[in-house]
């Protein structure tokens, strides 16, 4: 979402006022005992590598010949006698190293550590020639190079703490190229748990690979909607799992006793009680669900949509139907996710899932909708939308009797614009003319843009500004609202985020996104900052800006933004686009974390970045 500054202090009023009218459910949401989060588990601080001094022979470390783990002439250990020592042949070569470790999920700190030597006969002060790649899992480390030659050892160290409750390899790869030996020699490696904050249960995300199945029938002004929805998901955890939990984001915009989101005769468990303003409902399964298990859950569903020109609401003719359908909440190691609705930002946090909805309307409404859309007659006066989308994060519709125009992308993604009455077709043209360039722009730098076409619904009266969905935005008749809310298709809905608890990895990231496509570099980001207290941070939640509505554009957008930029300068121009094309490549379709773009950050460069992360104030 891109606030429009000029009505900030309005969206306050109605925040307040919409505050004011929900009637809390009978029993308050801090005592249901579900949303609580587990308790933690003690920790034994341990080391986790084996044999990371090679003095006990080579297992259970891995290598690519006999001579990688050595104590012979040439080299000598950090401690001991024995070393492992890749490369140093002086011609085209590979050696690799590697060990599987399980790093445990009740420590809140794991740090890995290796001492390095590297020497080399090569002569370039500019020339990277030969390789060393330290990585844990899938993501790299740090990569060192003949330029990083020592006369000694140095001691290198990683967080790896975002790899709690994980089984993963450690593995080191020296590459050489034709001449010109480069040694890289390793010794004394080690991976030290410490802390007991994180909480025992499976960090693993569940219940994974939702696929909806949704069939409704709308009113003649497209208002109201009725139907049926399913939900089939599997258990990723190997926690057995006894019960889901249905996210009713809309029910904010009402009152427990008049929803404007309904779901009844639920089939696949037992409905509980709604809690969280009524937006959470509990859905005991009919049979707990062992690891790798699947099941559905099905119910009736209601939609009413109020008035207003809101990402849920009406403005005229026109209906907003944004995060109207249910969907499943996400649990983790810190339990289930039931953060409240905010209007201030956003608080959906969903798993990617494919979405197959049926959409039966009056012929003279318009749909524009998340996913690729086929209108086929149905009874008299009417249509029938379906809409198929896959590896999306949520579902977003729109109706009314827009006015539409299309397009395609320089790179081949077909736009639509589609305009309330009010909006000139200069405006719209202008619109199609941002989103081409958009797309194209944000798919070079990210990822090539995956989900068919691209609909973007425009009406001046969005108080908002604009707003995300796969597939389908929301804007005013603005250029860089517009790029902004497109940038959102990589960072939110490509790559994920608990958009609660760290707004900033959608925004920030959107809005340095939008910057580069725009062309502006950032030169003057920082020329009137100044940090409202010392608890504000770049990467606060929506808890705390929530009560500091005032700064959450200020710091989540500009902020935020501008310490992209700053990191952009240390690393460099190149360095910078692959490290975020590279990113969101490892996180296609799931979830990034703060601590997981900073482990990122730093294996890009041999810079030490941990006072960057405290002056930007990025904790995490």
Sequence with gaps: ???????????????????????????????????????????????????????????????????????????????????????????????????????????????????????????????????????????????????????????????????????????????????????????DVALNTSGDTTPPADSTRTPAAPAYTVDLTSNTSGTAWTGHESATFTNASSTALSEVYLRLWDNYHGTCSA????????????????????????????????????????FDLGITVPSGADR??????????????????VKDGAGWHLDPYTNNGESFYSLAADFRVTLDHPTSLLVPATGASVDTPGSSGRTVTTATASKVRDFAWAAGPFSKISGTSTAGTPINVYSVSGISSANAQSMLTTAKSA??????????????????????????????????????????????????????????????????????????????????????????????????????????????????????YGYGKCALHDLRRVLGDTVMAKLLKDYATSHWYGVSTTAEFKAAAQAATTTDLTSFWTTHRIDG
């Design 1 to 187: 979402m891109r606030p429009t500054p000029l009505k900030a202090l309005a969206a306050r009023v109605l925040t307040v006022a919409a505050l004011a009218a929900v009637s809390l459910p009978s029993t308050p949401v801090a005592a249901s005992p579900h949303t609580a989060p587990a308790a933690a588990a003690a920790c034994t601080p341990a080391q986790v590598v084996t044999n990371g001094g090679f003095e006990s022979g080579t297992s259970p470390w891995t290598q690519s010949s006999t001579t990688v783990i050595t104590s012979r002439s040439g080299q000598t250990a950090h401690g001991g006698t024995s070393f492992a020592w890749l490369d140093g042949v002086g011609s085209t070569h590979t050696d690799t190293l590697s060990q599987s470790v399980t790093i445990p999920s009740g420590c809140s700190s794991a740090s890995l550590t290796f001492w390095l030597h590297i020497d080399t006969a090569e002569t370039t002060s500019s020339t990277a020639y030969d390789k060393l790649t330290a990585k844990i899992g899938s993501t790299t480390l740090a990569t060192y190079s003949n330029l990083n030659k020592a006369s000694g050892y140095a001691q290198k160290s990683f967080d790896v703490s975002a790899f709690a409750g994980q089984t993963v390899t450690v593995a080191f790869t020296g590459t050489e190229d034709s001449s010109l030996q480069t040694s890289f020699v390793l010794d």
């Design 312 to 329: 849920f609401g009406y403005d005229g003719a026109f209906s907003f139907i944004g995060n109207a359908l249910p969907v499943l909440a």
């Design 259 to 298: 929803m404007p989101i309904t779901v009844s005769n639920v089939t696949g468990g037992t409905a509980g009680a709604l809690s969280v303003n009524c937006t959470a409902l509990k859905i005991t399964l009919t049979t707990p669900l062992a690891q790798g298990q699947s099941a559905t859950v099905g």
């Design 439 to 556: 797309v194209d722009a944000h798919a070079a730098r990210f990822g090539a843009y995956p989900y068919g076409e691209l609909d973007a619904v425009i009406d001046n009266n969005f108080w908002f500004g604009g707003m995300e969905y796969p597939g389908f935005v929301l804007d005013l008749v603005s250029t860089t609202a517009l790029t902004h809310e497109i940038g959102h298709q990589w960072f939110y809905g490509i790559v994920g985020d608990d958009e609660y608890t760290s707004p900033w990895l959608d925004e920030s990231f959107t809005d340095y996104a939008t910057d580069l496509a725009q062309g502006k570099t950032g030169t003057s980001c920082w020329s009137s900052v100044s940090w409202a207290s010392t608890a504000e941070k770049i990467t606060n939640s929506m808890a705390y800006w929530d009560t500091h509505s005032s700064r959450y554009s200020t710091v989540v």
